[in-house]
């Protein structure tokens, strides 16, 4: 089973850590899952965020592979290594964040740090059955995570359970302050269009609540997965674009980046309004419930066979991507953390409302599992 792409072990004695490899670790080259980046130098101090962590007494035990420049949904990596699901080994382990969500659940780190531009911790962490929280864009750090900019980037943690999730939270942000006697509030169930077997087992989890629940409709769910993919697209163009006179970058990524190439600049603009309009639409959902509840995954993951054939999802973001254009802090949380299929709630809150979110969904937890 291909996990890290470079184990070490730095720190401690406090919890295990995995890193993904496109943030920086002082002495070790970040590949970025590629091997246009192989023989790059070492970076020469930790992101702040592992400087945080270490400062907090975490053992970093490694770096983590991922797909490939961070700029996919399946996790299948054919330089750096696919890492197996754990506990659905027929699906895909998710992307971008792999390699991250496959050490929580094969018990090799206590948590794992990612990074989410279009759901890349949320999708492997709803994949493989994990916890996975994407924080209020700008919350966490970005000094020394690749790529350099980003308007959409958040670098959070995975773990196998919300208490840990916190923990890795008050190591990665010493502004993140555990809170408590969180015990009543009220939820929005957003209305989404997703697969019968994810509305199954997702509507008997959330009938075993007994808090206040209000529907809720986000008009522009759509079109914000649409805008989130042009601004994506075109940040990894200019991140990354000039690779592909390397020769190095795998088939996929590079039809990607290609195709990331043609977005015009009223793309753009568009997609601009529209994250503008859509943040004023989940605002305005908060006006009567504390947090907003759905599916983290739309479907069943893509098998893992189909796609090591090349077969692609975008899809799977559908429902995650939106609050990457939004910046709303959002968790997802294991329905089913073995056996069956891969289902998992997605937990929304307002914004720098990342404590409270973390706090609701061990909650919900208790309640569901």
């Not at 907090?56 to 035990?61: M, P, Q």
């Not at 290594?81 to 929580?104: L, Q």
């Not at 206590?110 to 994407?134: E, H, L």
């Not at 605002?283 to 947090?291: E, I, Q, T, Y």
């Amino acid at each position: 089973m291909v996990v890290f792409i470079d184990k070490f072990c730095l720190g401690g004695p406090g919890p295990r850590v995995a890193i993904k490899d496109s943030i920086d670790v002082e002495g070790r080259v970040t590949t970025c899952g590629s091997a246009a980046y192989e023989h790059h130098p070492a970076a020469s101090q930790h992101a702040e965020v592992v400087a945080n962590v270490i400062g907090a007494g975490g053992e970093l035990v490694g770096k983590t592979t991922m797909h490939e420049l961070a700029f996919g949904m399946s996790g299948v990596n054919a330089w750096a290594g696919t890492p197996t699901n754990t506990h659905y080994p027929e699906y895909i382990p998710g992307g971008s964040s792999s390699g991250s969500a496959v050490a929580v659940a094969n018990g090799d780190a206590d948590f794992s740090i990612g990074t989410d531009t279009g759901g890349s911790i949320r999708v492997p962490a709803a994949c493989c059955g994990v916890y996975g929280f994407k924080p209020t864009f700008g919350r966490v750090s970005r000094k020394g995570v690749m790529p350099k900019e980003s308007e959409l980037d958040c670098v959070g943690p995975m773990a196998a359970s919300a208490d840990m999730i916190i923990t890795a939270m008050s190591m990665m942000d010493p502004s993140f302050i555990k809170v408590s006697g969180l015990k009543v509030f009220k939820l929005g169930l957003v209305k989404a269009d997703v697969d019968a077997g994810v509305k199954s087992v997702f509507e008997k989890a959330i009938a075993k609540l007994n808090f206040e629940l209000e529907y809720v409709e986000l008009p522009l769910m759509s079109a914000a997965y649409e805008a989130a993919l042009s601004l994506i697209n075109a940040e990894a163009w200019n991140a990354y674009g000039g690779l592909l006179n390397t020769g190095s970058i795998g088939n996929d990524v590079s039809a990607r980046l290609l195709a990331a190439k043609n977005v015009t600049s009223e793309e753009l603009d568009a997609a601009k309004q529209v994250r503008s309009s859509f943040d004023e639409d989940v605002n305005s959902a908060f006006r009567n419930v504390d947090f907003l509840i759905m599916p983290t995954l739309p479907s069943f993951p893509l098998k893992l066979d189909d796609a090591i054939s090349g077969a692609v999802d975008l899809n799977i973001s559908r429902l995650v991507r939106p609050f990457n254009l939004s910046g709303h802090p959002a968790i997802t949380i294991p329905i089913q953390r073995s056996g069956g299929h891969p289902v998992s709630i997605q937990l929304i809150a307002k914004k720098w409302n990342d404590e409270e979110l973390c706090e609701a969904a061990k909650i919900i937890d208790g309640v569901i599992n």
